[in-house]
């Protein structure tokens, strides 16, 4: 599924690929809400596409990869949008469809700059654990596969693993298990490392890599998604060096990472992230903090082999009100019990057991011990 204006018309639409029925469609806002696809002219079976502006003018056209009806292997068909707004298939420089070198199904477009020559190029991934393909966009418009030899090379990786994006300049952030890396194309086909991002956990596990501006100053900040120790890493720029270091680090929860976003969603012309898991997703909103304890008083026993048993909330200060933040948490335990402390007070109780007067809903109590 992919969104954008792709029909020169006010709005975007949404251009989404059935694989089952074997058909690519495109879906458009009316009377409020999002039509049911309409299904465009291709040539084979669509197995994924992307929008991708191969002409430099406004607006995107649709990228797709099928099998040829009756054929072997796998080729890139493209629509554009023609002189009467129709969406019609373009050719890419002398080629209706370029032939793509894969020894899996094709699953995924994803479009690059991947020799930063300003010219759109396609990662296309596939499956059978095998390395995307890289489709090179050529000057008269057409693309050409390229397959590097020697050096580095991406390996078997997925979308949820790769971000686009910009840093100082147009970037490619791959996720590598221990680390991440901004990678570029060399003139031999091959990736070149411009930068990389390490942990030193041993059971770290780099899923996912994303760069946004996350504290406000020029440049931008590294987010590491670790699937290993369940955490997002953020690292920054410091030093004279400008060599990027651990930040800030937010715990991830149990969302069962696939890949990320970014985007304004909250309205306040700032980058959030957007982490999209099985069945759920999480954000990061950016410039703000989630909620926080504040220690209000503290209890500790005398007996050094004192266990405590519970807690509860209570008013241990029988002024009968229940007031938002005002109550206290009592102890309770047979032990011989140590001083009570509280904020603003050095009053110390000696207790030999914790008696309290539970408080629930404002106004209902009970004697707890």
């Known amino acids: 599924m992919k969104i954008g204006n792709v029909d020169g018309a006010a709005g975007n639409e949404v251009v989404v690929v059935s694989v089952k029925e074997k058909t690519l469609g495109i879906s458009q806002m009316a009377n409020g809400r999002l039509g049911f696809p309409k299904p465009l002219a291709v040539t084979g079976s669509p197995l994924a596409c992307e929008l991708v502006n191969l002409d430099g003018k406004p607006g995107p056209e649709i990228v797709y990869v099928a099998k040829p009806a009756g054929g072997r292997g796998y080729v890139l068909g493209a629509l554009a949008k023609g002189k009467n707004g129709q969406l019609s298939a373009r050719s890419f420089g002398k080629l209706a469809q370029v032939p793509v070198p894969v020894k899996g199904t094709p699953q995924y477009l994803v479009a690059v700059d991947a020799n930063l020559d300003g010219r759109p190029d396609l990662l296309v991934f596939q499956d059978l654990e095998q390395p995307p393909a890289l489709m090179i966009g ?29 840093l100082e300049k147009q970037s490619i952030l791959v996720a590598q298990q221990k680390f991440a890396r901004n990678l570029a194309l060399t003139p031999s086909g091959g990736w070149q490392v411009i930068d990389q991002y390490n942990v030193t956990e041993s059971n770290a596990k780099i899923a996912g890599v994303a760069a946004l501006d996350l504290d406000a100053t020029p440049g931008k900040e590294i987010v590491l998604v670790d699937t290993g120790v369940r955490q997002l890493r953020m690292m920054r720029q410091e030093g004279k060096g400008k060599l990027f270091r651990p930040w800030r680090e937010v715990e991830l929860g149990t969302l069962a990472y696939r890949t990320n976003r970014i985007a304004d969603l909250d309205g306040d012309k700032r980058e959030d992230l957007l982490l999209v898991g099985n069945g759920k997703f999480a954000v990061l909103y950016n410039g703000q903090t989630g909620p926080r304890l504040k220690e209000l008083a503290s209890f500790e026993p005398r007996r050094k082999q004192a266990l405590f048993s519970t807690t509860v909330s209570g008013d241990l200060n029988g002024d009968g009100s229940c007031r938002r933040g005002g109550d206290r948490q009592a102890v309770p335990s047979d032990q011989p019990a140590g001083p009570f402390t509280g904020p603003g007070t050095s009053a110390r109780t000696g207790l030999s057991r914790v008696r309290a007067e539970v408080v629930s809903r ?5 004697r707890g011990q």
């Open 138 to 166: 050529q000057a008269d418009g057409g693309m050409k596969a390229v397959s590097g030899s020697g050096g580095i090379q991406l390996g078997s990786i997925d979308p949820g693993q790769l971000f686009v994006g910009r």
């Open 362 to 366: 404002c106004g209902r109590r009970g």
